[in-house]
Each structure stands twice: as structure tokens, then as C-alpha cells.
């Protein structure tokens, strides 16, 4: 069983052994709509696949969707499920097509441009015409010295190097679903902290007789660790933890730790100087993400979608 701490035999540390932007959807109001079944709304569409234009209503069923009478092929939406785990099967079959419609809105917009590109190594042809469009249509203004050093003087408990830690531990391993052996586990780690308070020398020594990371044949020293560098669960405890043996065992995915703290070095604040470039990335991906995602509004809104419920798009709610 992996101990999740990143240690190793060289004492290094540690126990820790592209988004798609979204059109909001008024949270009560249905994902699909049902397609109009009058003998003049795309007859040929319905005959051909020889099935009714409805929403999904079982497993074998997908929505019938289209996007300026382009229709979403249900093998698409079957394989892009995968991209959108849910809690529920409609609304991963809801956020999949969504994605497919904006896809669709996309390359048609790109087809009435004429934009011929060429991709970039590492990118699709698909990923460098997406991209010179948003790059021609979306006016993306950059943020400029004066908004980094705002956002700077607003945020500086954001900007702090990363406390270190140096640290030993006692791993006692257990399967994190079985319940009897983690109380059994934990019973065991409250008895060898009572010996480790009453001699806190045989730290090594308990180390080497029960730990089960790789870390006892050093006595346990896990060496330098930095956040990141450990499973979350094992990391938020063991950062809050001052110099000395802890009182009480460590949970964590793995089995219970005793953790001896040797030293910390606390986080110290970073110039604007260092941080500069960070931030003047995250604004620019902020203004990215707001522009991109008011350009695709408005493409939703201009565009005919059948099927399915999109913000901005004039699409009646299904009855």
C-alpha cells in the first residue's frame, strides 16, 4: 500500500506518494425541449432516421437537437459524455450536448468567415481555426501595470512563498473502507504516542518496528516538505501543525500518521516584483474567459437551436 507521502530513501519529502466555457441555464427550467412534430418542421430529418425528433427519455434515447438545421449526431453525444461526469445521467447528457451545440455555433461561424489557418504545433486544425476566431472576433483589452499593482495591494495575503516543514513520521496503514481496522489502527497510534510522550527519543526506533512507508529506514524523516507535495487530507493537518510531537494521530487515505514536527520556516511576503507576471495572467485569462463567454451568448442568441434549452437562445421551453 503507497503511503501518500512522497518520502523517500534520498529524504526529498513529501506525502503525497483545457476548460470549456458554459452558457448559463436557469436552474428550473427543463434541459430539453421537444422538437415541433408539424409536417412542415423538417419532415426529411424524421424520416430518415426513421425515429421521432424527442428528447431523451431512456438509456437508448438521446436528444434531438439541432443548431441552424444542423443536426447533433446521438454517437457525438455519446462520446462526449465521457468529458462531463454529472450527477445524473441527464444532466451529463444536458452539459455534453451543450458543449456540442457550442462547438457546432463555432464551426459554422468559421465556415461563414472562410478562416483558413495553420495550427500550431501540438494543436488540431479544429483548435487553430477555434482559436484565430476568438482571436479576430473577441477584443480581449490586456491588463495594464496599474490594474496588477490594484489587484496586488488588494490580495497580498494571496502572495506568500510556501511554508516548509521538516518533519518525521510513524505510518500505520490501513484500507481507508474498512472500519474495524482503521479504529483498530488508530487505537494502535494513541498507544505509541503515550510512548513517544514518555520518551520521545525512540522515535526511530518505533519507526523502523511499525511504519509502513519506505521513510523508517530513516527514522521516519519525511526531509523538507512544501505544499503540494502530500495528499490534501494528510497536507491540511499537517501545516497547521507548531514544532514538537503531535497529541493526535494523522488521518488520512492511507492509515493514521504520527507526525513529529523538527522545524518551521513560515511563508514570507512576495514582492510585487515576483508576482507581477502571475498576475498580470490570471486578469488577462479573467478578461479571456468573460469575453469569450459573452461572445458565445451572443452566437447562441443569433443562432436557431432546436432541442435544447441555451441561454440567449429564442428556443420555447418544452411542454
Known sequence: MGCGCGG???GSGGC?????????????????????HEEDSEPAAEQASGEPL?????????PRVRVNGVAIASQAIAQELQYHPAESREEAVYL???????RELLQQRIGELGLVVRAEAGESEEEAATRTLIEQEV????ADEAA???????????FFSAPLLAARHILLACP????EARSLAREQALQLIGQLQAAPQRFAELALQHSACPSKAQGGALGQISKGQTVPEFERQLFRLPVGLCQQPLESRYGYHLVFVDQRIEGEQLPYEVVAGS???ELNQRVWQIGVSQYLQNLVGAANIEGILMQGAETPLMQ
Not at 139 to 142: F, G, H, R, S, Y
Not at 148 to 158: H, K, L
Not at 176 to 179: E, S
Open 8 to 10: 523517500s530513501t534520498g
Open 16 to 36: 503525497g506518494g483545457g476548460a470549456r466555457p458554459e452558457i448559463e441555464v436557469p436552474v428550473d427550467a427543463p434541459l430539453f425541449e421537444e422538437l415541433p
Open 54 to 62: 424527442l428528447i431523451a427519455s431512456s438509456e437508448q434515447e438521446w
Open 96 to 102: 455534453a450536448t451543450q458543449a456540442l451545440v457550442l
Open 139 to 142: 477584443p480581449l483589452p490586456l
Open 148 to 158: 496588477c499593482r490594484q489587484y496586488y495591494s488588494g490580495n497580498q495575503q494571496r
Open 176 to 179: 481507508a473502507d474498512d472500519a
Open 279 to 281: 498576475i498580470r495572467a
